[in-house]
């Protein structure tokens, strides 16, 4: 496997997440073609796109879960293997099997393995940590419930307190508003909101456009290639949305869209 | 039962036959878990040409040569099934199937061009083991169990496989979290900086190691069957996968003991002459522990959703 990253300290030393020339392929066809992404410490960011235009992979890449044909990624200002610990990364909760035999407690301790190591027993601490990591999600009496007996909501709110318990400084989250309740969207985006005021930054994939500006400060569109980034009001544009979505909008939907932001 | 006949004639046998079964449970668990419960199956079919080929290069029988053999067969096929996943982009279960039928059907040829040799080497074997044929015959009753002399006579199957039963049991040990971890979600253990893929080839490792010292003393049926009954079983008793484990180590050694005795004194009890194959009936009592849980078990709803 080849990978490029000799340079990957020299990026944009103040951004928690900088990624630049970053190709993915999975097949013949680029999943992601020469991206460059700066994201601005202590922001919200979405990152929207049509389906299929690797917001997922984008996450993946910058994670080292996918590998990177090209280009270089670097964890505030420096490589991502020695800033591992301060990343927290909540994948799409369709993306593993909730049947497993674990319970909510089970799950959310394993955001502290990286902490524990392989053999250190489970401390005192660590289930605080985790009874914490519960009560700030609102799931603090499901502890001891079997996950497959969890709604969708329940199961985001989950995965969340899991990378809550990993005490990150960079969230990265892949579409943590899919199929969940209007409660738990409005109870994620809260806690979402009160990391970034603890000084935290958050870069979520969100696929509901219409959200967009009330819920993020900066955001990245991207179709393979980036379209355009930064804060949402410069960026969030007709314009932009027409070449990131193609003809997939027509331009009323998209005025609407703007409109919602503004009320 | 006296001492003198049980101690040689049916101990041995029944806890090699327990050892076997909890060394491809364990593993077992989270090959069900990862959906890959068919690789027991694979592995014990990828092993023969291995198994063969020791055998012709040695002009002998000998257990070592072919647990060795069988342990690079699985090897090469695991990696086979891994470059290939990488070069080509096909679907896992599809390389599995070309590569294990293709390891397989050489395994058939070099076995045919072995039967001409002196030693002969049978797929029967291969299949069933001969489970009933691990007898210790220094034993003279119970009190052999405290003889030194007597006990170093003990089938060497038996020491092989309680060998790496340990072995088995101290990796899972060690690598508890990492694999729970990789099984449940394999992204998020990527983002913490596990080694993911190492972890899983080492998964098929432990298995192929369980398979291939099981399969030399009760024959493939019962490392297929064990790979996949006890612990699909045990999840259908409990919601947790420590209890799980246990569970599955339960039913293991239940299928194993009650297989073995069914099959010597079953035919007798309901009036025939001849006892049946014990790797058989291992392997049915624990599809009849899976059915049974299935039916019965208290967490069965859970699994249909
Ligand atoms: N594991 C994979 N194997 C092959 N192709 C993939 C894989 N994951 C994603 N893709 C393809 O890569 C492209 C981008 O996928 P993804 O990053 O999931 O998009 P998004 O999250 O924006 O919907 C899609 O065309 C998808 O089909
Ligand atoms: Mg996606």
């Known amino acids: 496997m080849l990978r490029l990253h000799q340079n990957d300290q020299t990026l944009d030393p103040q951004s928690p997440l900088a990624i630049r020339g970053l190709s993915v392929s999975y097949g013949e066809k680029p999943a992601l073609f020469s991206v460059d992404l700066t994201v601005a410490p202590y922001s919200m960011t979405a990152i929207v796109g049509p389906n299929g235009a690797g917001k997922s992979t984008l996450l993946k890449a910058a994670l080292g879960v996918v590998p990177r044909l090209s280009g270089q990624v670097s964890i505030f200002g420096r490589a991502l293997a020695s800033e591992r610990h301060r990343i927290a990364y909540v994948p799409q909760r369709a993306s593993v099997d909730w049947d497993f035999p674990a319970n909510v407690r ?56 899991r990378a809550l318990a990993q005490n990150a400084d960079l969230y990265l989250l892949d579409e943590p508003f899919a199929g969940v309740d209007a409660a738990t969207e409005a109870a994620i985006i809260t806690l979402l909101k009160k990391l970034k005021d603890a000084g935290k930054t958050v870069v979520a994939v969100h696929h509901d456009l219409s959200t967009v500006t009330a819920y993020f400060d900066h955001v990245a569109m991207i179709n ?16 932009h949305l027409q070449e990131a979505y193609g003809g997939r909008l027509a331009t009323a939907q998209i005025d609407r869209l703007r409109e919602a932001g503004h009320y | 039962m006296n001492g003198a006949e049980f101690v040689p004639l049916s101990l041995p046998p029944i806890l090699i036959g327990i050892l076997a079964a909890i060394a491809c449970a364990l593993p ?32 002998a029988l000998d257990a070592w040569a072919m647990l060795l053999g069988a ?44 039967s001409a040799s002196s030693v002969h ?185």
């Not at chain 2, 989270?30 to 290069?57: E, M, N, T, Y």
């Not at chain 2, 090897?75 to 891994?82: E, S, T, W, Y």
């Not at chain 2, 290939?84 to 390389?95: F, L, N, T």
């Open chain 1, 106 to 161: 089970d799950v959310v301790l394993m955001g502290l393995y990286g902490k524990m190591g392989l053999l250190r027993r489970i401390s005192r601490d660590d289930l605080a940590i985790a009874e914490d990591a519960l009560a700030q999600v609102g799931m603090q009496d499901f502890a001891h419930r079997q996950i497959g007996q969890l709604s969708g909501g329940q199961q985001q709110r989950i995965f969340l307190a």
């Open chain 1, 224 to 239: 393979t290639r980036l379209i355009a980034q930064g804060p949402v009001a410069q960026v969030f544009t007709t314009a």
């Open chain 2, 28 to 59: 077992g668990n989270f090959l069900v878990l990862r959906k890959q419960a068919l690789i027991g199956d694979a592995i014990s079919h990828v092993v023969l040409p291995g198994i063969v080929l020791a055998f012709l290069v040695t002009q």
């Open chain 2, 71 to 114: 342990g690079a067969a699985a090897l090469f096929a695991v990696v086979m099934i891994d470059v290939i996943k990488r070069v080509s982009r096909i679907e896992v279960g599809a390389i599995m199937g070309v590569v294990f039928t293709t390891l397989f059907a050489l395994g058939v040829l070099l076995l045919e061009q072995s």
């Open chain 2, 121 to 305: 080497l049978d797929v029967e074997h291969a299949l069933m083991g001969n489970l009933e044929s691990l007898i210790w015959l220094e034993a003279r009753g119970w009190a052999s169990l405290l003889d030194p002399v007597a006990l170093a006579s003990l089938p060497t199957e038996l020491s092989r496989l309680a060998l790496t039963l340990v072995l088995i049991v101290v990796l899972l040990i060690i690598f508890w979290r990492p694999l729970t971890l990789s099984t449940f979600d394999e992204g998020y253990a990527e983002s913490l900086g596990l080694p993911v893929r190492a972890i899983s080839l080492g998964l098929v490792m432990v298995a192929a190691l369980a398979a291939v010292t099981a399969f030399d003393a009760v024959g493939s049926i019962i490392v297929i069957a064990m790979f996949i009954c006890p612990a699909a079983a045990a999840r259908l008793m409990t919601d947790r996968l420590r209890s799980q484990i246990w569970w599955s180590v339960g039913f293991a050694t239940l299928s194993a003991s009650l297989g073995y005795v069914l099959a010597g004194y079953g035919p007798l009890w309901i009036g025939l002459d001849n006892s049946v194959s014990a790797a058989g009936m291992i392997a049915t009592v624990s599809g009849l522990i899976l059915a049974l849980t299935a039916v019965l078990g208290p967490k069965r709803c859970a699994t249909t959703t």
